[in-house]
């Protein structure tokens, strides 16, 4: 082989090189162009924009100056859509999967609907997805585990379907996972156990059966588990009970059985809210609970309430109560 054409031939091998590159990850290839086209087509797809927030995404001006759009300072690209409240129908367009160094997502509380589709997993420097109180149907998609980055993933408020991924174990950041008031059907996956990262986990208002998996209750660094109004049912696992991050339990309306723990396996220094009442339960509420928490009787919801004085907070809704009421 000829100098000459074994320069070629490395030059065309160099070549395939970054094709291949380009194919397997767009972040090292695209530029701000291909962000430019990625709004566009977002914006193509929303059928419905009441309040014109959408109307100077315009090719006549640099897309980091359009309504709800952030860039990085020096490369130029899109690094937070935020949207917000702004009563947007569309689809998401599969083509923001291209926003190669999208960080945040926000299109919480507008009328998306129809799939997210597995191209968002392309995302991969996104830290927050909020796509809370919408119209999103279909299933969570599985590519969502390829963000290695994810902080929070926040979806409740739609009418998602299927099985929770149990894949999104792999995200090794991930402190918010909100699944509530969807569709959602099958058990909690046993692999979530090892999200040590994982501080609030809601699942609540959905078709979900089955145990809670011992690895979950005993995360160091839950602190919120809201799993309200599905078919659970087992033993609570009582390591629940014994943790000092835990702050807000609320399991009611499902079909645990068996008993609290006793006294000794009591340790809940920081909570603020236990809500167990709609379950089949036996034991009564353990001694060392009920003195630590202040008895409230409301008669006109003929519930007991259990508020914890050392952590009260008025601000905190009708939640800052804690009501237990076993059989
Ligand atoms: C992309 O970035 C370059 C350099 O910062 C800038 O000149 C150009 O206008 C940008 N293109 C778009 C479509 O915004
Ligand atoms: C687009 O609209 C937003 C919100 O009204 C405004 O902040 C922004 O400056 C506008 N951008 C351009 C390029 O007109
Ligand atoms: C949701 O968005 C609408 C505007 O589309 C606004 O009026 C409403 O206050 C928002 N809801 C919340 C809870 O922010
Ligand atoms: C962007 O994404 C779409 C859909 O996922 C894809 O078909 C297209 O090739 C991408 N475009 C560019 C310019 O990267
Ligand atoms: C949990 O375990 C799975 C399988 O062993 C692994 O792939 C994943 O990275 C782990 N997750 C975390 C957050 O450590
Ligand atoms: C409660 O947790 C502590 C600290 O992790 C542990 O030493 C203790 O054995 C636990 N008690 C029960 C009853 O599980
Ligand atoms: C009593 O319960 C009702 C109904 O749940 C609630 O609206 C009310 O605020 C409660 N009162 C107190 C004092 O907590």
Known sequence: MSVRRLYNASLMGALALLVHLCMVDLAICSSNFTDQLALLSFKSSIKNDPNNVLSNWTKETNFCGWAGVLCSRHRQRVTSLHLRNMGLGGNISPHVGNLSFLQLLDLRNNSFFGHLTDEIGHLRHLKTLYLFHNMLEGNIPLGLHHCQRLEVISLEGNKFSGRIPKELNTLPSLRILALGQNE?????????????????????????????PTGLAQLPNLKIINLVFNYLTGPIPPTIFNKSSTAEIDLTSNAFSGNLPTNNGLFLPNLEVLLLDHNQLTRNIPSSLSNSFKLTANSSCQLVYWTNTKTFRQSKTPRTCIYLKIN
């Open 184 to 212: 959602l059907v099958g058990t909690i996956p046993p692999s979530f156990g090892n999200i040590s990262s994982l501080e609030e986990f809601g699942l609540n208002a959905n078709h979900i059966y089955g145990n809670v």
